[in-house]
């Protein structure tokens, strides 16, 4: 237990939002939601509401000084409904009260009078109405039209994938304060205190400045805090505003799991042609993504669904459409990922299928086709130090693909009433942001008279290390021990204009930030250390376990005596610095470009053991061989993987949300939407492939929190081979998540 953060955590000594001291005079807030998917208020009634005792005020969207709207790439979100309503769950009014308890049962009391409108829930029933977020998108390379002819086999079929709640175990939280000439601080569960910075400052009309947000840490986010963090933190603000008292607002996990959006659950088509050798020559998609109410960042991550369609494979004809749909639902959101696994998932259910036309094992198929280096994606960008291969055949020679195999086989002959599946799953994740401008970070950096070090950067910590990342970048250039090195909170006033962590970059943006600001002040000591020293000249200065040497030869100089004497010396002991990724561009005009700073490779191997009677299943193991890059702390990377791991294949299995025909979540709950536990969890082996140097990253590592997230779509087609082992007629489909309800039916179904 090396990392700093998850020590306190276990001893419970970490604050969240919930935990933080409270002024006295706080007071707490309860949202006042929509009851029904779509129609027009026509008078809101707060009569009743106001009554309850310890009520202070109920705001509407009247109350909002400035713009109601939170939309970030599209402005067409309100922070309270005016008068369209568009999803259950959407925020009308906010009830403040002197306690919590007061606060709800007077939200409960609000009288809506409203017109009901007719609700569309489909994604594909949208396409058809023309209820769009963004106009179509369609990426593509060769030419999809002259190439079927070429083809052996044509296969066409279609995908779905569903939606996945991100479950952080801190739910949406924020605090505001009012502060000294007009302004507000936030205290925020986000990881974008700059977005939650610049809405807060539109609702309320105060120029950015006035608006301070503070960010400890994140009780988890896995995305839902990328942009939903922000209604909550402003809704506190703007109580905190017009009361000029402090406001507290914690999302209960029932309202949390109905007011805030999910994974985008997509519907596609797909059409792959192939020769009889196994190589793809065509491939061909649409993906419907059911948006929900409004485009948070749908557009986004409908273009990372565009940039991950082919996975990890060369495909000379591509043609690949993606829909945005917009529909009654929350609108849905970030989930790591970002879209990349339901492109994913597509593609991979398109080989599944083609194997089993063509006769062969889709691992076949799968390897035939896999990336080469210098290999062109259908967006334009060549795969460089392409290790996809490198982990494929890594992973058949490390873990016995073979064997594997065989072992199935033997078990399946074996048995009658439990079958076992294996399915190999590579995986290709592009690093950066795919909006360019969003690739920066800044740290500053100070060291105290005293020797030790703060650092502040626009990393939020939320469980995936980066503070602890952050702390050895600056030990390892400091030479001197990690507990000197202290990360702090992520502030607006010290770092401006942040992107959010997100993206699986705040490691490398950060980091990047942080090592030139490291070196920055390196440079200045090392100055300091040869002036004295009685040196003219400082290149042979080093600093080592905290002692300065000169030419290799220990000093009597160390990191205390030198800072002291610096600080004394007037040297600038503090340092801000700036990154942003180098040579990354995208022409949406073309859809072509170079938008990510490199790749993340990597291929698994998943074994399930399926119950037949009862439809339940186990998965054996996972088995990884995975390009971090050049790792600087395994510990951390390996539990990113493993946690990812399992995220993935709850998504493809157990998580299933569920909406009735009015829209309203019936999943709301932790007994009624299954997530993998400790029991769920596999075996995992995760194997780190070696001469992965990156030079891109960050000490020549690689991003690791989102990708090994799709090592999970594997999960789905091995306990399709477990269901095949036992019905040979099963007619294969491609429709998660892949819940032992679902098993269970289509095991005994005759085609
Ligand atoms: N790990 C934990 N424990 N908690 C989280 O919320 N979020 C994931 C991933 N790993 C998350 C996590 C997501 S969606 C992303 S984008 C990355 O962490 C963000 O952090 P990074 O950029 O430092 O990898
Ligand atoms: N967020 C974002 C992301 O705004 N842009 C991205 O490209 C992205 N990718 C992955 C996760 N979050
Ligand atoms: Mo992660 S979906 O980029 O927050």
């Known amino acids: 237990m090396k990392n700093y953060d998850i020590l306190q955590h276990v001893k419970g000594e970490s604050q969240f939002v919930d935990d933080i001291l409270v002024p006295e005079g706080l007071l707490y807030a309860a949202v006042y939601y929509s ?8 008078s809101i009634n707060l009569d009743k509401a106001e009554k309850i005792n310890g009520v202070k005020s109920i705001f509407t969207s009247k109350d909002i000084p400035g713009d109601n709207q939170i939309g970030g790439i599209i402005q067409d979100e309100e922070l309270l409904a005016t008068d369209k309503i568009e999803f259950i769950g959407q925020p009308i009014a906010i009830v403040i009260a002197d306690n919590q308890l007061n606060a709800k049962a007077a939200a409960r009391l609000i009288n809506l009078e409203l017109e009901k409108l007719p609700a569309v829930f489909d994604a594909r029933k949208a396409a058809k109405n023309n209820l769009l977020i963004v106009p179509p998108r369609t990426f593509s390379q060769g030419s999809t039209e002259d190439c079927w002819s070429e083809c052996d086999y044509i296969v066409e079929g279609q995908a779905d994938s569903g939606a996945q709640e991100h479950l952080y175990l801190e739910t949406q939280s924020a605090i505001a304060y009012p502060v000294e000439g007009g302004g507000i601080k936030i205290i925020s569960s986000t990881q974008s205190p700059t977005v939650v910075q610049k809405v807060t400052a539109r609702i309320l009309n105060l120029s950015m400045h006035k608006v301070e947000v503070d960010v400890l840490r994140v009780g988890g986010g896995f995305g839902g805090k990328e942009d939903q963090a922000t209604s909550w933190a402003a809704m506190a603000g703007l109580a905190a505003f017009k009361l000029k008292k402090p406001v507290k607002l914690i999302l209960p996990r029932q309202e949390d799991m109905r007011a805030t959006g999910k994974r985008h659950p997509y519907s596609s088509d797909f059409k792959i042609g192939l020769k009889k050798d196994g190589s793809i020559i065509g491939y061909e998609v649409t993906f419907y993504q059911n948006a929900g109410a409004s485009a948070d960042l749908s557009p986004a991550i409908l273009e990372r669904t565009l940039f991950h369609c082919t996975n990890s494979y060369y495909i000379p004809n591509i043609k690949a459409t993606a829909i945005s749909c917009k529909t009654n639902l929350p609108p849905n959101t970030a989930f790591r990922g970002f879209g990349g696994p339901q492109g994913m998932f597509v593609i ?10 063509m006769g062969v094992d889709p691992a076949e198929i799968q390897k035939r086709n896999l990336l080469n280096e210098n290999d062109e994606f259908p967006y334009g960008q060549k795969a460089e130090n392409c290790n ?19 072992d199935v086989k033997y078990f399946n002959d074996t048995n009658d009433i439990y079958k076992k599946g294996s399915a190999v799953m590579p995986i290709c994740f592009g690093i950066s942001f795919t909006n360019t401008s969003m690739n920066q970070a800044s740290a500053l950096v100070h060291i105290y008279s005293d020797g030790s070090v703060s650092i502040s950067t626009a990393a939020i910590e939320m469980g995936q290390g980066v503070n602890e990342k952050v702390r050895q970048i600056a030990a390892e250039i ?15 006033t010290r770092i401006a204009n942040s992107s959010p962590t997100a993206a699986s970059s705040a490691a490398d943006l950060n980091g990047k930030a ?18 004295i020293l009685g040196k003219n000249n400082f290149e042979s200065i080093k600093l080592k376990n905290g002692i300065v040497y000169d ?14 004497t610096a600080n004394l010396n007037r040297v600038n002991l503090s340092s801000h610095s700036f990154f942003a990724t180098p040579d990354i561009c995208f022409d949406r005009t073309k859809e072509k470009g170079k938008p990510f700073a490199y790749h993340v490779y990597g291929t698994a191997i ?15 193991s996972v088995k990884v061989v995975h390009d971090f890059g050049k790792s600087f702390n395994q510990l951390i990377d390996r539990g990113q993987a493993e946690g990812a791991i399992v995220q993935g294949l709850g998504w493809m299995t157990i998580e299933e949300i569920m909406y009735d025909d009015q829209g309203q979540l019936l999943t709301d709950t932790l007994s009624t939407y299954k997530v993998p536990d400790i029991y769920f969890t596999p075996e995992m082996e995760i194997d780190f492939l070696e001469n992965a140097e990156n030079p891109f990253g960050i000490f020549k590592s690689k991003a690791i929190g989102e990708p090994p997230f799709m090592y999970g779509i594997g999960g789905y087609f091995a306990i399709l081979k477990a269901m095949k082992a036992f019905n040979q007629q099963l007619d294969y489909f491609f429709n998660a998540p892949l819940t032992p309800e679902k098993v269970l039916m289509n095991l005994y179904r005759k085609s």
């Open 551 to 564: 030419s290799n030869i220990k000093t009597d100089l160390d990191w205390s005596k030198l800072i002291k």
């Open 348 to 357: 991979e259910s398109a080989i599944f299928k083609s194997a089993e036309v």
């Open 35 to 42: 009851q029904i998917a779509h129609g027009k208020i026509i």
């Open 388 to 406: 996809t291969k490198r982990t494929w055949e890594k992973a058949e020679r490390l873990y016995f693909i073979n064997k594997i195999r065989s």
């Open 514 to 531: 942080t090592e030139q600001a490291c070196n920055n002040i390196l440079l200045r000591l090392k100055k300091t250390a040869a002036e």
């Open 478 to 492: 400091f030479s001197i021990d990690i507990g000197k090195v202290k990360t702090e909170s992520t502030n607006t």
């Open 606 to 620: 998943i074994e399930v053991t399926l119950d037949c009677l009862r439809g339940i299943y186990k998965f054996d």
